[in-house]
């Protein structure tokens, strides 16, 4: 394979035409598509099933030179589809690809076969120095969900090239794990920007780790995580964006964010039996002098606390407890506990004296 | 026909452009002119964006000597339609980009649009868009081409598209065995 490949750089379009009358006709026709220069092609032949734009290198010289030259897109869901049957031959399709393909890694999307534990963690863990060697920009790693919250290779921290990482039903390595989790504000992941956690357990410290790591990170976005970690201490001078979706944790400081624009919150039922025993999630503001966004804010989900102040209904309202780069703010408000919920709204009202776009929903 | 049509629209374009000035005038490697809005021409082409900031548009017809009427023609048409189409859903709630996938899937329009191009008027346009700049003229015109090689063999894809083949027997016979995994159909 490897001998394979070394031929792409040297070889030229040039000598042996030949005439095969099986393979080749009408050559007095125009051949319309090779008049497209390389860059077009080459993001034709990513647009192809990985299997498919292997196969375009036996078009012709040219076409060969492009499928290698090309930054790889591989989504495995297409192996799985033509392939349901086989799943072990997925995994073999994929790690062919991975030996065979020089790099970039464009966008790589794996979500399978993770259950047989000792063979399947093996074959994960040089995925993911394949990955890093051949310099994968965007991962997305899925487990079976159902499968058991598997333990994720610490070596995922060496994919330096990284600027989007999304990982779905995995545990992260609990830090001190020897394997580079050490030093505080090691740079991680340098070009990393975008962070999506889905149904995964991570513990306080390996998240901020990760945050403080990543000097590029724009967007964090924790989607049906379960009050682990207890807390999410935001520590970062790049983040512009913080979404909870469907996730609840005990408790989220801004400690220090200052180019933070928005807290998304986004909770329709209760998960985690937030607000039945009367916990709430706590939202610490302290530093965010850029935050322009907030909400769905609920006085039964949320409780507020802004530099020391904790905002309760009937206390009185502190000057230096208030945000005031706020404009826009979303409020969730069951009115069915109408004197107790109403006047907490109020009171959140107060604290961001700058509105500009108020967004109130209702919830029955 | 179909060119008679374009033509008409086009005259048409011409006409609001009189009362409005938001648009700018190109001229076709054959001479013939089209009208396009100014906004939409900004928006959707690196190159002629550039063309009005710095102030080299051509009020009697910017020459756009590389690109033919046909495929002109179609470019301005594309541009027309997309300032009229409905912003999906996805656009709208582009502040939160869940979407890793580097390639957003042409919308219904877009799809007719291609479909109805004969495969030369289909690459002259992909050249125009190269050209010009037009990041998702292009993407919606390779991902129809990519559409046409989507389950055909090697040897189909190069009697589609005329390609000829420069190996010899054993070169070929190499790839298979090379790619082997890419050849074996599950």
Redesign the interface.
Known sequence: ?RR?FSCFSSRS?A????S?PD?????E?????????DD?LS??????????A????????R??RLWASNPL?LDDIDLIL??PR?VS?VT??VT??FI?HPGPF??V?LRTYFSDADKDKYVLRHWIRLLAAKRVQ?L?LSNIPWAGLDVLPPSLLRCRSLQ?L?ISDWRFFPGGDGDSMSGGAAVLLPRLREL?LSRSVIQEGDLERVVAGSPRLR?L?LVMNCGVPERVRLRSGSLW?I?FWQSVVEELAVVSAPLLE?I?LQTSALPCGIGRDGSRMRIKITAASALRALGYLNPNHHQLQIGDTVIKVGKKVVPDAVVPSVKVLALSVQFGVRSEASRAVFRFLECFPNIETLHVLVIE | MEVDKGKGEAEETRKVAEADRDTVTLKSSDGKLFEVSKEAAARLSTVLAGMIAGGSIDDNGTDLKQIGSEALENVVDYCNKHANSIPSAALISS??S?N????KEPEEWERKFVDRLS??AL?DL??AA?FLGMERL??VT??K??EM???K???Q???V?????????E??E???Q??A???YD?
């Open positions: 394979m394979f379009c000598a042996t035409t030949v095969d393979i080749t006709d009408g050559d026709e125009d051949d319309i598509i090779s008049r497209l220069p077009v993001s034709i032949v990513s647009l192809l099933p990985i299997k498919e292997a196969r375009t290198a036996a078009l012709s010289s076409w060969r897109v033509s392939n086989h031959a073999n399709t062919s690809t065979a464009r966008s999307s965007d997305a989007r999304r999506v967007t976005v964006c979404v928005r998304i | 502040s939160i869940f890793t996938a580097p390639f495969h030369d690459f992909v050249e190269n292009l993407d390779c991902h081409i990519s090689m989507k389950g063999s090697p040897d894809i190069r009697e598209f005329n390609i000829k083949n420069d190996y010899t027997k070169e070929l190499e790839i298979r090379e790619l995994w890419a050849f599950d």
